[in-house]
């Protein structure tokens, strides 16, 4: 059957028997058995097949019977396991940039055991009438979405980079790490090398060997990423959004926002409503800019 694009990470786990997979762009099949399945990271059509020689035909014509919260298209020899998971776009890009299109889950990886536990108990939730089962599997999809993509990160076949590759770096991370627990900070260089335990002048290398940019730029972006969001989700006055963010005036904030994404922060709440937003600037074209 042929499938489209979804909206948001789709989620793929074979349970029982064998299954073929493909994007509808590659021409390459990729055969999964029990235990083994994929992550799509970002809308594409896809076709799944239990003999690669077969038709394609698109999913919405195949009629099917909902089973215990299972589609149930006859047969008994396949049992397949998906979902998806909405993400904002916005707020994720950074590290959807990173990621391939298909992340590979295999039956013997490291975490394995990990992602078959919560895969059967998916599977026990989805069949379930217990009071809670729907929530308790909305849990457990995040919890595969996220071992699925830990799993990836932490493979030989992953080849990191930004500040994706910064995960891979103890020091670096503990540094990453306090940003995110208090992006207001007037942060210093010397600073943050002293939480990663470096000298100055090798942890801004480091750093930026790691992640492709400066610490004080980093700490701009993460800034301007909470600030994105903030914009779009509540109605948070701009000039208070500047205070919470380390800004001491709403100018500043705004002429910092506008380097970054390319427009003002009320044209930015706007276009929510209005249009596509702007993606985030290249870290390199805003250098340190705080």
Known sequence: MRYPGFSGMKFMAVHKGKIWFRLVAEDHWRALTAGDGMIITRSAPFILASDPALTPVASATVPYVRKNGLADYGGDDSLLLAGKMEIDPVSAEQLLDLLPLVIPLHADSESSSTLSWLMTRLHAESQSNRPGSAVAGNH??????????????????????????????????RAITAIHAEPAKNWHLMELANIAGMSRAGFARRFSETTGTSPLNYVTHWRMQIASKALRLSAEPIKQLAFRLGYASESTFSTVFRRVYGLPPSAHRLAKQDGPLQRLAPFAANEDAK
């Open 140 to 173: 457990l999809m995040h919890l595969v979405m996220i071992e699925g993509i830990r799993s990836w990160v932490l493979s030989d076949e992953a080849q990191l980079q930004g500040w994706m590759g910064a995960l891979r770096d103890t020091r670096i991370m």
